[in-house]
């Protein structure tokens, strides 16, 4: 049980262009998912929280015109990166909250990025 | 800022036990601890939690000091496959995550 996947599992796409990344969990509901971000060699870095029916909320730093992000049922987030640029190559990593207690936080295999 | 202390990295033996430890000295007394390990290019996978007493399952243990500063993830029997980056966490402001850098664990065959 709490299995996230994420799709595409990797993309190349030319500068400038926009890309979408969903993130669906398969076997439970998630009112909460998360999105975030790992460059090489480094840690996952937070970039915002998906709430169901509502505005996401970003953390400090992240561009919320550039990563627009919707979270329009109980089992999908989309992330998507507008007008795409080299240093927006990464690993990007979704993850979905399994409510009740702990609130654990299962995650995608990840979507690669690269933007030539 | 992460909010938890790992060693960057340790080394174990195939087949015998680990003790991956952790700080979190600033927890609050509602916070769960969680771990996760990550393989290279692949999402965090979880592996246990826990809030105040020790925890079992499958993948591995979980030790919770009684002042709940501290934990530790006990591999009990180390394999190949066990070798990943392991990130203890502790939830902040409305669950979020905040990762540190986690102790890459290496097994040796």
């Known amino acids: 049980g709490a299995v996230v996947s994420q799709h595409p599992s990797w993309v190349i796409c030319k500068s400038g262009t926009s890309v979408k990344i969903e993130c669906r969990s398969l076997?439970?509901?998630?009112?909460?998912m998360f999105w975030y971000r790992q460059f090489p060699k480094q840690s996952l870095m937070l970039m915002a929280t998906?709430?169901?029916?509502?505005?996401?909320?970003?953390e400090q730093g992240v561009e919320k015109d550039k990563f627009l992000i919707n979270h329009a049922s109980l089992t999908l987030s989309t992330l998507t990166v507008t007008s795409a640029h080299p240093e927006d190559s990464s690993f990007y990593i979704c993850?979905?909250?399994?409510?009740?207690?702990?609130?654990?936080?299962?995650f995608g295999p990840g979507t690669r990025l690269t933007v030539l | 800022d992460a909010k938890t202390t790992q060693p960057n990295s340790m080394e174990s033996n195939e087949e015998e036990p680990v003790h991956l430890p952790c700080n979190h000295s600033?927890?609050?007394?509602?916070?769960?601890i969680h771990w996760y390990r990550q393989l290279p290019s692949q999402g965090p996978e979880y592996v246990i939690h826990g809030l105040t007493s020790n925890v079992n399952n499958r993948m591995a243990s979980l030790a919770i000091a009684e002042d709940r500063k501290s934990s530790t993830l006990i591999l009990h029997r180390a394999t190949l496959r066990d070798a990943a980056v392991y990130y203890c966490i502790r939830p902040y402001n409305f669950n979020k995550f905040y990762f540190g850098s986690g102790t890459k664990l290496n097994v040796k065959p």
């Open positions: 076997d439970f509901q998630a009112t909460t």
């Open positions: 600033t927890i609050s007394g509602t916070d769960y």
């Open positions: 998906s709430n169901e029916g509502s505005k996401a909320t970003y």
């Open positions: 993850s979905a909250v399994l409510a009740g207690g702990a609130d654990t936080q299962y």
